[in-house]
């Protein structure tokens, strides 16, 4: 029989609270969309009580129907000293109308003494009037027993106390947090054992990542008897992050046998986390495990051979199960079996002893020389592919650009382009202002061919890289560009190599678009044939 594992996400509570995280109230609505449809349990959407955002967010979210996930809404005990009707933060809570709510209160007597002020039997009373406050109101409570680790190390009879007065005001679930991240998975693993022989409900984990064991303290609660697992989906959260639910629910769906999500819904893993990176303005580490672009990436010739012959050899999972895909890199280490793999998925007609695989293979040798670096950017190594095999015709021809650098910056921008592309017997001129060269070239280019292209609006540049290949010829000195490029679905990566830094720019980022615009016409030329 299958076990069940509850997971909630705190990507828009306890991930807002990461640095350079801010989501607006569409970007939140939109996230929480996302989660319902992966089937994640609960979603802790806010915190009513800390800003007006989060109060209007509630109000807007009630149109929203769910399939699949329970909203949450966030708080923290009564203050001290005072009835819990008459605490503002409880009464805004209620005002959400959400049928579950996250309550956190102390377990340390440290934070209880010298954080709170109070006495320990005033937040024992703090704990249980809050949890029997919202039950009368009719309300599920998940209690987050925060600092308990760390609480339990320095008093274990207090700490547990706490949780004790949690179960007497009618908890659901009680969860231990490890609030500071500073625990081993042998600890976690630990505690949460003795903490299941004395506590009857359902009890819970909540890591923090301060020394990179979120993920590992989760799975030992887990194997502990934690059923309730909280966490952020890309892991982004207050200081060094939270445990990464995109890790923690295929490691124990797909490794131990629980079930976090329905099991049709596992291959939306990576989309859904790319979609979320998207909306939170993030980059996905490229060695994320499952859902990062280096998941399944073999690079080492003898790694290359032996995943194509026996996929488990070098994967320890399919990545189609999770919605990724194997990726075979091109460089210097990647033997004949790469390359052919590579250009069959292109043009499943060639050989090794075709022509154009000759030519092909000497075209890239060249490019390599040159500076080129295509295990980085194989939408670059595609396109280089398909022009040599004549299998499309590009989208733009340029004229001329021009630009212009100011200082000091004008309206906060020094630097302008002016354009001038040509498709087909057509021609447009535009330009544009930009915080950089680049930028304004960026600008200028899309202003141009969003006359023509209006589906480029959809993507954008998400990282820019330099790297310069030979320092000793100082400013003669020639660079590698690599230009990563989104859709909010897709990520592909281009490169370009001159010793102009804004020629190489414009290469990499002429490759970006025209990628793109391949991918449409694909894309509808699929949709027009029935998918064939």
Request: aromatic share 8%.
């Amino acid at each position: 029989m299958t076990k069940k594992a509850y997971i909630l996400d705190s990507t828009l509570r306890d991930g807002a609270q990461g640095e350079g995280i801010s989501f607006s109230i569409e970007d939140k609505i939109n996230i929480v969309k996302a989660l319902d449809r992966l089937g994640i349990s609960f979603i802790e959407a806010g915190n009513p009580g800390s800003n007006p955002k989060d109060i209007e967010f509630f109000k807007r979210v009630r149109d929203v129907k769910l399939e699949n996930s329970v909203l949450v809404a966030f708080g923290s005990t009564r203050r001290k000293n005072i009835r819990p009707d008459e605490d503002i933060m409880l009464a805004s809570l209620l005002s959400t109308e959400t049928s579950t709510v996250v309550i956190f209160g102390k377990s340390w007597d440290l934070h209880v003494t010298d954080v709170l002020g109070t006495t320990l039997d005033e937040n024992l009373l703090m704990i249980e009037d809050t949890v029997s406050y919202l039950r009368r109101n009719g309300r599920e409570v998940i209690y987050d027993a925060e600092h308990f680790f760390d609480g339990y190390k320095a008093n274990p009879e207090y700490a547990l106390q706490t949780l004790k007065a949690a179960c007497r005001g009618g908890a659901k679930c009680i969860v231990l947090c490890d609030t500071n991240g500073g625990c081993f998975p042998s600890e976690i693993k630990e505690i949460t054992a003795e903490v299941a022989k004395v506590i009857d409900v359902e009890i819970g984990i909540h890591c923090h990542n301060d020394t990179g064991c979120a993920v590992a303290n989760s799975i030992a609660a887990v194997e502990a008897g934690a059923r309730h697992i909280q966490g952020t989906f890309l892991g982004f959260g207050e200081r060094c992050g939270n445990a990464n639910l995109s890790t923690i629910i295929p490691n124990l769906q797909l490794k131990l046998g629980y079930s976090c999500i329905p099991d049709s819904n596992m291959s939306q893993l990576t989309t859904t986390a790319r979609y979320i990176a998207e909306v939170s303005n993030i980059p996905i580490v490229g060695y994320e495990p499952y859902v990062g672009n280096s998941a399944f990436a073999h690079k080492a010739g003898m790694h290359a051979d032996g995943v194509t012959k026996v996929s488990q050899s070098f994967e320890h999972v399919d990545p189609a199960v999770v919605g990724n895909s194997r990726r075979f890199l091109i460089s210097e280490m990647a033997g004949r079996t790469t390359l052919m793999q590579k250009l069959q998925n292109i043009c499943p007609d060639l050989t090794r002893d075709s022509p154009q695989t000759k030519e092909i293979t000497d075209i890239l040798k060249k490019l390599e020389f040159e500076g080129y670096q295509f295990d980085a950017a194989e939408t670059s190594f595609e396109l280089v592919v398909r022009r040599q095999l004549q299998q499309y015709k590009p989208f733009f021809e340029l004229v001329h650009f021009k630009i212009i650098g100011e200082k000091p910056a004008v309206v906060g921008y020094n630097s302008s382009a002016t354009i001038k592309i040509r498709v087909g017997d057509k021609e447009e001129i535009t330009a544009a202002e930009g915080d950089g060269p680049v930028h304004a070239l960026d600008s200028a280019l899309r202003k141009a061919l969003y006359v023509f292209y209006p589906e480029l609006r959809k993507s954008r540049l998400s990282d820019y890289k330099v790297r310069v290949l030979n320092p000793q010829a100082a400013t003669a000195a020639k660079v590698r560009v690599l230009i990563e490029s989104t859709d909010g679905e897709d990520v592909w990566s281009t490169v370009g190599v001159s010793t102009d830094i804004i020629e190489a720019s414009w290469i990499a980022l002429v490759d970006s678009i025209e990628y793109k615009l391949l991918k449409e016409r694909q894309k509808q030329k699929k949709l027009a044939t029935g998918g064939n």
